[in-house]
């Protein structure tokens, strides 16, 4: 499996965002966008996810197990939970797995354990915290299986026992052919991952660390 | 199909749990036409005449009530983003959630018809034709609005524009299911061509209406 883009533009408004992002990613591999508030992280990640329209460029997803565009194949960890409050955590993650996913995913009990939320199935959603919910939008994941992983800043709210967990996550990820895209300012642990640098490139907002700056479109 | 049955019981879940919007329809429902009455007076003829035009009216603004919310709370909690990734084609999922919008607020709407006549003083004949011509009348109106609340989604607190939307596409629906009902009091041989349109509707706004939905969704992106 490989994912290419190549050329890609961005522009909200009048302001243009970014221009001319390329990069190429096999299956197993991960990259990290750095780069200050503003740069063009999540855009970058809602125009993978499908959710915006680039101004130019193409992406393309090559010997995946499906056909269709990238974002059927692709999870997008946004920042916002796509959690119902009425509805308890077991019934909103069953939901996005039945939703998402189809092939043979981790059942959403099993898949809570792994994220630490087990002695919370029941209760309704609206009553967790902002970290426990981010924990629910990783298990999401999880249960329903899908190649590529769009993550915008996936360890915010995260304690370091939830990092610790995602950070497991995301090899496992690795582990079975998959890629995963982070946009992040925190350390998350993918000691292998490429690096691309989006917005000015200010020396300050390296990851303190984390990889040394490999690749710059 | 997983996905659009998932799809379809988390709506209907939604809808009927605390702070859901099912028993909202109804009663709104309950208050126009209870109302209506004591603004009108004691004339019990002019009641029963004018009785299923009412019922149709409040219908009407009943379904209307809650259709704002139907894609904005997806829009806010970041549910929509993961609806236009998912491998159901949208056209069908935007039609689902009309299907669960219909079944949580114009069934309901259908099944009290009946009971809210006797508010009318409606005899059972027009207690059955305003009840038939609901059935027949409200997914049009709730297919409709499909399009107006995709709209809405997309021009950031839209909540007022979508009555000012949806309220003239839905006139011809009003008209002709109000004339079916009227008629089928009146004169039961005229029944029938106002019901054929009225059907007629609501089979083209099962069609229009998702697909103009899911491309209004669709533009809205950003």
């Not at chain 1, 890629?179 to 303190?208: E, F, K, M, N, Y």
């Amino acid at each position: 499996m490989r994912l290419k883009v190549t050329g890609l533009a961005c522009r909200r408004g009048q302001k243009a965002i970014f221009s001319g992002i390329s990069f190429a990613l096999s299956g197993g591999e991960a990259l990290l966008l750095l780069g200050p508030n503003g740069a063009g992280k999540s855009s970058l990640l809602r125009i993978m996810a499908g959710l915006l329209r680039p101004v130019a460029g193409q992406i393309a997803l090559e010997g995946a197990d499906h056909d269709g565009p990238i974002a059927e194949q692709a999870h997008y960890l946004g920042h916002q939970d796509a959690l119902k409050p009425s509805l308890s955590v077991v019934e909103n993650l069953r939901f996005w797995t039945q939703f998402l996913g189809e092939g043979p995913g981790r059942a959403p009990l099993e898949a809570l354990e792994t994220v630490g939320l087990i002695e919370l199935a029941d209760l309704p959603a609206g009553y967790l915290s902002a970290g426990q919910r981010r924990r629910l939008s990783l298990a999401r994941l999880v249960c329903a299986p899908r190649p590529v992983w769009l993550l915008d800043e996936p360890s915010a709210a995260l304690d370091v026992n939830g990092q610790q967990r995602l950070s497991r996550v995301m090899h496992a990820h690795l582990g079975t052919g998959g890629i995963i895209l982070a946009a992040t300012h925190a350390p998350l642990g993918l000691g292998q991952a490429q690096v691309l640098r989006l917005g000015s490139a200010d020396p300050a907002d390296s990851l303190p660390g984390g990889p040394a700056v490999a690749h710059a479109p | 199909m997983m996905a659009l049955r998932a799809l379809l019981m988390r709506d209907i879940r939604l809808a009927v749990r605390v702070g859901g919007g099912a028993l909202m329809g109804v009663l709104f429902f309950l208050i126009v036409v209870a109302v209506v009455p004591f603004a009108l007076g004691p004339d019990l003829r002019l009641l029963s005449r004018i009785g299923p035009a009412i019922l149709w009216l409040a219908a009407l603004l009943a379904t209307l009530l809650g259709l704002d919310r139907l894609f904005a709370m997806d829009h806010e909690d970041g549910s929509l983003d993961l609806i236009l990734m998912g491998q159901a084609p949208l056209e069908l999922a935007v039609a689902v959630k009309g299907v669960a919008h219909w079944v949580t607020t114009g069934l309901p709407l259908v099944v009290a018809a009946p009971v809210f006549g006797l508010f009318l003083n409606l005899d059972a004949q027009a207690f059955a034709a305003v009840a038939l011509t609901l059935l027949a009348g409200t997914p049009a109106l709730t297919f409709i609005g499909l399009i107006g609340a995709a709209l809405s989604v997309a021009l950031e607190r839209g909540g007022l524009l979508l009555p000012v939307l949806v309220l003239p596409l839905t006139i011809p629906v009003l008209i002709f299911g109000v004339a079916a009902s009227q008629a089928a009091v009146a004169d039961p041989e005229a029944f029938g061509t106002p019901f054929s349109i009225l059907a007629a509707l609501t089979l083209i706004s099962l069609v229009v209406g998702p697909f103009s939905a899911a491309a209004a969704l669709r533009l809205g992106l950003d």
